[in-house]
């Protein structure tokens, strides 16, 4: 079988022990995977800034797909400049709830969580007017509105539900208006996929108290962004999360997809062999699918949801096994197709 190339943008902190992990369970697939490495930790940053940035643009173009681990962000953000080169414009993050993990929420969530990844307050830092006054702009366009509305109506029709489009339309009229205003009309290409708009305020009322009600939910920039962390956190672990970023054809096909655990880099400890890579896995796993290997990605996915079921779990999680014990727990139940 042909072998999967993977870019692999190594980071800081935990990084080195996360790409352990997940070369140890790529070991135990049914096809070759080669990973090829680009350091982007910030020592490489801070002395070859442009170099690193580039060799990791030209790997992820060449090969439409990339596995990123946690950076630390001191002069610049690794994410932004990525972002920006590779023209990423919509971020998927799915959140489920995990049996075995201890939560103070008693709801069901298994949301998709459809992220808009450029605009709204995010890409202006603002300035002062005078001494008391502060004022950024809000920039909301209609081709990322697009991108991120067909991305969830696709999403949508193939697992059979609804989708939820959610901003601040009656208040930020002009901006969430534009939003809203797009997603209707991607809405009329799927007759078939049932949509609604909620305000984002009400939404969250909502999701705490009957999270089974949503299944696909489209947003702006930093509506999903509070909405990723708060569902991380109903699930029990915001190291429980992976996401992906996707640039798009013309016709609306995703081009490039990066994969990352949404996690940090965990400096405290880092080296110490406890890190819990089930993020970093899961996002290997949405990479398989991704790449063309689907029953592989989800059979990825269905071992580490049954080891940490099985109460074999990292410490983080009220278990006992270090990083190492815990990735062998998962390669050890791949039922593969």
């Known amino acids: 079988m042909e072998r999967v190339i993977v870019p692999e943008l190594l980071g ?42 580039d060799e990791a ?4 173009r060449a090969h439409g797909i990339g596995l990123k681990y946690p950076t630390a962000t001191v002069r610049e953000s690794p994410n932004a400049q990525l972002r920006e080169r590779l023209h990423f414009s919509v971020i998927h993050r799915p959140v489920r709830t995990l049996p075995g993990v201890a939560t103070r929420h008693s709801g069901k969530v298994d949301l998709h969580i459809v992220r808009i990844a450029t605009g709204g307050t995010y890409d202006d830092a ?13 920039v909301i366009e209609r ?58 305020d009400a939404l969250l009322a909502h999701l705490f108290m009957r999270p089974e009600d949503f299944q696909v939910i489209v947003t702006p920039n930093e509506y999903g962004d509070f909405l990723s962390d708060a569902a991380c956190g109903m699930i029990g672990s915001m190291g429980l999360g992976a996401s992906a970023s996707y640039s798009f054809s013309s016709e609306g096909d995703a081009l490039v997809g990066m994969f990352d655990p949404a996690g940090g880099t965990a400096p405290d400890i880092a080296g ?3 890190a819990n890579p089930t993020a970093a896995l899961l996002a290997f796993a949405m ?51």
Do not use: N
């Open 12 to 53: 800081d902190g935990i990084s080195a022990e996360l790409s352990e992990s997940v070369h140890a369970v790529a070991k135990a697939l049914p096809f070759p995977v080669a990973f090829e490495p680009v350091d982007l930790s910030w020592e490489r940053r801070e002395h070859g800034f442009k170099e690193a940035y």
């Open 57 to 60: 643009e030209a790997k992820i």
């Open 126 to 138: 603002g300035r002062r007017i005078g001494k008391d006054v502060a004022v950024s702009v809000r």
């Open 143 to 200: 081709k990322p509105c697009h991108e991120a509305a067909l991305f969830a109506f696709r999403l949508a029709r193939r697992l059979g539900t609804g989708v939820i489009s959610t901003s601040k339309y009656t208040i930020q009229r002009m901006t969430d208006g534009l939003f809203e205003e797009e997603v209707k009309v991607v809405a009329t290409k799927f007759p078939g996929v049932a949509h609604r708009c909620e305000l984002f």
């Open 272 to 274: 110490k062999g406890i």
């Open 287 to 337: 990479l398989l699918e991704h790449a063309g290997h689907a029953e592989t990605g989800r059979a990825l996915e269905a071992a580490i949801h049954g080891a940490i079921e099985a109460g074999e779990k990292t410490r983080d999680l009220g278990g006992s096994l270090s990083t190492s014990d815990f990735t062998a727990a998962v390669a050890s139940r791949l039922k593969l197709p």
